[in-house]
C-alpha cells in the first residue's frame, strides 16, 4: 500500500521517521565535508609552516617545498569548493542552516584571497606573523564550519565523533600555531616574555582540546592518540620546549635547533593526521550504518504500518481510521481496548520514547561543545572590552573561576549574560524584547 | 543580477538569509496550527465539562448543550484536521520534525476515538472520571503538538509568544480539569481526601503555569489575564474552592452548588479563552511582521551584495571573487584593505553576531519550556517506578527539593539522569555508547 493511502495516523508516524532518514541523509554528506575540510586544514598548517619557514629564514632552498605544498592545498582547496558548491542552498528550509551557510561564506571568501597572499609571500612582503595570521584566519573559519555541522548533526553517535573530531582539529591547530611560535623563538634565538606566555597558552589550549576529545572518541582513536603522546618525537618536542622557557635576551640558543624544532613538530602533526583520518573513516563507516538501519527500520515500520491499516480497510472511512470508535465500546476499562488501537498505541509511545532519547543524548552532547564556544566568546568580550591579549583574557577567566570555586564555563556564562543584558539596555538591540 | 550569477561568497550569505525567512514562513504556518488546537482544544474542554456533567447527574436535560457541544467539537476537528492534511509531510528534512509528527500521529489517532467515546456517553456507560480521561488525554495530546511547536521556532520573539501560549493553554487546562474534579466532589456532596488533594495539586499547577505566562506574555496579555484573576467570578471560585476543602463524609454540602461551581468556572474559563484569543492574533501579527521585515532584509541584502558583486565584474573569475587578491597586495597591514572586500567581512561579521544573538536568546527561551517537561517528566517515572499517583509524585519531588535546597527543576534533572545511567547499564540501550 503506497503511503498516501494509509490512514492519517500512520501516514504521520510514517512521516515522523522518514524525517530521521532524511537527517541522516543530509547528516552523511556534511561528514563528507568535515572529511574534506579535515584534508584541507592539514594542508594549509603546512603550507603556514613551510611559508613561515621560508620568510623567516629567506632561504630560497624551502622555495621549492613551498610551491609543492600550496599546488597540493590547492588542489584540495577545489574539492571543497565542489563540496560547497553541491550544497543545495536553494532547498535547505531548516533555520539552523543560517550559521554554517555564513560560516561557508566566510571560508569561501578566505579562500578567495589565497592567490594574492601567495603571491605576496613569495615576493618577502609580509612578515612572519602575518602570514601565519592569514592561514590561521582562513583556518579558524573551516574550524567554524566544523563547529557549526556538529552542533547541527541530528544522531547522537555521530555527534559525538564530530565533538571528537572538531577537538581534535582544533588541538592540531593549536599545536600549529605552538609550531610556528616556536619557529619565530628559535629562529631568532630566544623567546621573549610573550612568546613564553603565547606557547604556554597553546600548550594548555591542546591540553583541554585532546581531554574533550578522549572523553567523547572511540577506543581506538583514543589509543592511537596515546601512542603518539608516548612516542620519543613527543618527549624531544617536549624537550625543546623546555629548553624554550628557559631562554631569554641574555641566555640564546643556537638557532639552528629552529630547524629542528620544525621538523619534530611537522611529524608530530603529522601522525595526528592519522588519528583524523581514523575519525573521518569511523564518521563515514558510521552514517552509512545508521542510514542503512533507518532505511530498515522505515521499511519494517511501512509493512508493520500497511499490515494494520489493511485490517482497517472494512471501515467505511479509511482516512479516519474509523474502526477503533466501534471496538472502543467492548473494553470501557481504559477507553482503548482492541488489539489494533493498542498496537497503534505501543508503537507511538516507542517511538516517542525513542525521540525523546536521541533529543537528551544530543543535548548532552552538544552541551560540551557549547561549553567551548562560550569560553571563546567570553575571551572575545575581555579582549575587546578591556584591549587584553587572548593570553592574558584567558588568565583573566581562569583567575575568576578559581577565585568564585566556579567552573569555567560559567563564569564565562554569567560574564556573557551581564554583557548581553548591558546591550539590552540600549537602544538598538531590543528585538528579544519585542514580544 | 540573478542569484546564481553572484560569486559563491555572496550566494552563501544571500542563503543564509533565505533560511531564515523560510524558517519564519514555516514559523507562520505552525502558529495558525496552534491557534486552531488552542479552539479545538476549548471546544473538547466544554464538551468534556459537559459530558460529565451529563454523567453524573444522569439529566437528560443536559443531553441538548452536550450535542451542541459535541457538534461545535467536530467543526473545529475538522479544521485542524485539514491544517495536519495541509502540512507536507514529504518535503520536511530537519529532523527535528520527527518529535512534531509523532505527536500528530498521537492526536489523529485519539481523534479516531473520538465518535466511539461520544456514542458510549450518550449511553451513560463510562463513570464520569474515564470519560474525563478520555477526553484530557486527547487534550494531552494537543497540547503537546503545542510544545513541540513553540520548542522548534526560530525567531525569539515568536518563541516567547508560543512559550506563553502553551504555558496559558496548559494552566486553562488544569482550571478544566479543577472543574471536573469539583463536579465530582461537590454532585457527590463532600470530597475524600483524595480529592482534595487533586484540587490542591490542581490549583497549584494553574499557579506555575499563569507565572511562566506572565513572565513571556506581552503586557497587554498579562493586563487582560490580571483583570479576570481579580474579577468577583474569581472571587466566587475561590470561597468555592475553600467550601470544598471544609468538607468530609461526616461534613457534607447541598450537591446543589455543583451547577454553581460548574457555572461560575465554565465562565471564568471561557474569559480566559480571550487571553488565548489574544495570544493568538499577537502570534499571526508577529509572524507576519517578521516575515515582511526578514523579506525586506533580504531584497536589500540581495541589492547590496550584487552591487557588490557588479564591482568584482572586470575580473576573470566571476566565481571566486578574485578582484580581492588583486588589491590585497596593496594593504600588507591586515592582508584585507580594499573598500569591497572590507564590506563584504563588515556583512558576514553583522550576520554572525545576529545570527549568534538569536540563538542565544532561542535558548533560553526554550530553557524555561524544557524545564516544564523536564519535571513532568520525573513526575512520571516517580509514578511508574514507585506506583505513586500524580500528586504524590510530585509533592516527593517538591520535598526533596527543599530538603537539599535546590530548585525543582534540578532535582528532576539529577533523577532523570539518574534512571539515564541506570538504563544505560542494561543490555537493551546501548545506542548512546556505539561510537
Redesign the interface.
Known sequence: MPDTAM??????????????L???E?LSFTCQLVTRISQLVHQLQKERGYSNIYLGNQASHYLHQLDAHSAESAAVERQV?EC??AMD???????????L??????V??G???????R??IREL??APR?AT??FTRLIGGLLAVVFEAADTA?D???T??LV?MFNFMQGKELAGQERAAGVEGFSRGHFDGELQERLQHLEEGQERCFDVFSE???GEAVALWQQIHSSDTVAQVISLRGIAKRTSANATVDPGLCELWFELNTRRIDAMKEVENHLAT?LLE?CRSSIAEAHADLDNHRTLLGRLAQMDVGSDQAL???V??????SA?Q???GNHL?RS??DL?HE??QR???????LKETRETLNERKLIE?AKKLLMNDYRLSEEDAYARLRQSAMERSMRLVDVAQSL?AFA?RKSQNTPH?D??K??
Chains 1, 2 share one sequence.
Do not use: K, W
Not at 7 to 20: D, N
Not at 101 to 106: P, S, T
Open positions: 490512514p492519517a495516523t500512520l501516514r504521520f508516524m510514517l512521516a515522523a521517521r522518514r524525517c530521521e532524511q537527517g541522516l543530509s569548493h560547497f558548491m542552498t536553494a532547498q535547505a528550509n531548516a533555520a539552523d542552516r543560517a550559521r551557510f555564513n560560516r561557508i561564506a566566510y569561501l571568501h579562500l578567495d584571497e589565497l592567490p594574492g597572499l603571491r605576496r612582503e609580509p602575518q595570521q592569514a541530528v547522537p553517535s555521530i559525538r565523533l571528537a567523547f572518541a572511540d569511523r558510521h479516519l481510521f474509523s477503533h470508535s466501534s471496538t472502543l465500546d470501557p481504559d477507553s482503548v488501537a497503534v498505541l507511538l517511538q516517542n525521540l525523546q532519547r536521541v533529543s537528551d543524548e566568546r556573557l548581553a538591540s528585538r528579544g519585542r514580544a
